[in-house]
């Protein structure tokens, strides 16, 4: 078979020649002669032409055909001067694959993206997650690119574990125990030690401390993959399951981190600028208007620096707009971080330096005692899309900071460890894969830029 795309984007070679198509139905109708057919093969935006007569045998086979159904066409590919689409197929031949019920849930008409999502295993047939979804496997390969060109090392971390790297305790348990019945110790509590693992295990929130560890022996690594989140929030942001590309490198602090987060981020959004065109094209046109121009805008702009003691006292001048008011030790809520980087900003722009307190108990303290050396960048429409850190590389204020707040030491040893052997300075930070998506192609809701999204109250395909 012939793809479409090739036929688009080598014309000449096809034109006046055989040759076959494979595809679904888009549109389709009939007069008593001949039929126009609208065919999409998946490999492209545009879609291809079909004209078919009743000199062929299955002719009232194929004129009763539905839309979604999939076919296979021979014919010859002849230009069309007059017409809006540059050339269609003169089919000789169309064999039927399979044939789509007429019930078939997406029709011409535009459907809106609610209702898209109660149809996510067929929601990959219509423009927009076409767009979305190839332009999410572009940025996935040119994260990898960055890396690899950089000579980073892709490190495999697990999606079991026994620790909390957040600190957060918003995980999902791992167990094989029944949970109607599960066995307790005399004191009344669970019996771990019959579980698959013999302790308490989750899904892994972040690879970093993982990663840590090989950072220390090839310098500069990355994660990608899958981490677990059960925040209880209901917002167009997060997501239960999510990608996170985590790099991390030894003898690295907090600028040359910043200086790889916006390096990585401009080199993806070159990247997908110029290899998916049509596509980038689509968002800004049918998405997000803005879209090509505040791209282009953050290629040719530095991204901002501000420490979060600053930043509060610039937000805290617009305190009466906010639903929550600022104040220096309070968290960045989405509005603030939005207000700063759409509003003070008006580009991706670095928090850095936030107060310990609100913080993940690896990174590094500051010397007035307060802060920490962490880094938020915040892009508009957004706010945080990535969030990383210079580590505590001292054994002993790492000791001391994971029992000021409770942590197991039994349960990172491994961790701790990496502070007696060779320690260095080192940095790392999490850029949200999907927050990312969002971010490239203007869409609005995660639950729109990740295949088979799992929110709350939600995994159902
Ligand atoms: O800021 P976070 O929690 O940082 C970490 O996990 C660090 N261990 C990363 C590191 O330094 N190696 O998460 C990093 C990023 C966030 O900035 C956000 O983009 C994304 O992960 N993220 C989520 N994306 C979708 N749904 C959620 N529930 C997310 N939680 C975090
Ligand atoms: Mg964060």
Not at 310 to 326: G, P, Q, R, S, T
Not at 346 to 354: G, L, R
Request: proline fraction near 3%; glycine fraction near 8%.
């Amino acid at each position: 078979l012939t793809t479409v795309k090739e036929l688009f984007s080598d014309r000449e070679k096809y034109l006046d020649k055989e040759v076959q198509v494979g595809g679904w139905i888009r549109s389709i109708r009939d007069s008593k002669a001949f039929g126009f057919i609208v065919l999409n093969d998946g490999t492209c935006f545009d879609t291809l032409q079909i004209v078919y007569h009743d000199t062929m045998e299955n002719f009232a086979e194929v004129s009763k055909l539905n839309v979604g159904a999939a076919i296979i066409v021979k014919g010859t590919l002849v230009a069309t001067p007059e017409a809006k689409q540059p050339f269609e197929i003169q089919a000789d031949q169309v064999l039927v694959e399979g044939v789509s019920n007429a019930d078939y849930p997406l029709q011409k008409k535009r459907h809106s993206f609610e209702y898209l999502r109660t149809i996510s295993h067929l929601r990959p047939r219509t423009n927009t997650f076409q767009a979305v979804f190839r332009v999410r496997s572009l940025i996935a390969y040119a994260i990898h690119k960055y890396f690899q060109e950089q000579g980073f090392v892709y490190v495999h971390t697990p999606l079991i574990t026994g620790s909390d790297c957040e600190g957060a305790g918003e995980m999902f348990q791992v167990t094989t125990m029944d949970l109607a019945n599960v066995p307790k110790k005399d004191d009344g509590t669970v019996d771990f030690s019959q579980d698959f693992f013999g302790k308490p295990t989750n899904l892994t929130v972040s690879g970093q401390l993982n990663a840590e560890t090989y950072a220390m022996a090839f310098r500069n690594v990355y994660t990608f993959g899958p981490t677990f989140r059960a925040e209880n929030s209901n917002t167009t942001r997060h997501a239960a399951e999510f990608w996170m590309i985590e790099p991390e490198m030894a003898f690295a602090d907090l600028n040359d981190n910043m200086a790889v987060a916006e390096g990585m981020l401009k080199y993806v959004i070159r990247y997908v600028l110029e290899n998916a065109p049509a596509e980038m094209d689509f968002f800004n046109q049918f998405v997000d208007k803005g879209l090509l121009d505040r791209l282009n805008h953050v290629l040719n702009s530095e991204f901002g620096h501000v420490t979060y003691t600053e930043a509060i006292k610039l937000l805290e001048e617009h305190n009466d707009k906010f639903d929550y008011k600022v104040f220096w030790g309070c968290d960045l809520q989405t509005e603030h971080e939005r207000y700063l980087t759409e509003e003070i900003f008006k580009k991706p722009v670095f928090v850095t330096d936030y107060p310990k307190e609100i913080k993940a108990f690896y990174m590094k303290l500051n010397e007035d005692g307060k802060t920490v050396a962490a880094m938020d960048c915040l892009v508009p429409g957004i706010g945080e899309i990535i969030g990383g850190s210079q580590r505590e590389d001292s054994y002993d204020k790492l000791l001391g900071r994971m029992k000021e707040l409770g942590l197991r030491e039994e349960d990172y040893g491994f961790y701790l460890d990496l502070r007696k052997y060779g320690s260095v300075r080192h940095s790392g930070f999490g850029l949200g894969f999907e927050r990312c998506v969002m971010y490239l192609t203007g869409m609005g809701n995660i639950r729109d830029v990740v295949p088979f999204p799992r929110t709350v109250n939600n995994c159902d395909l």
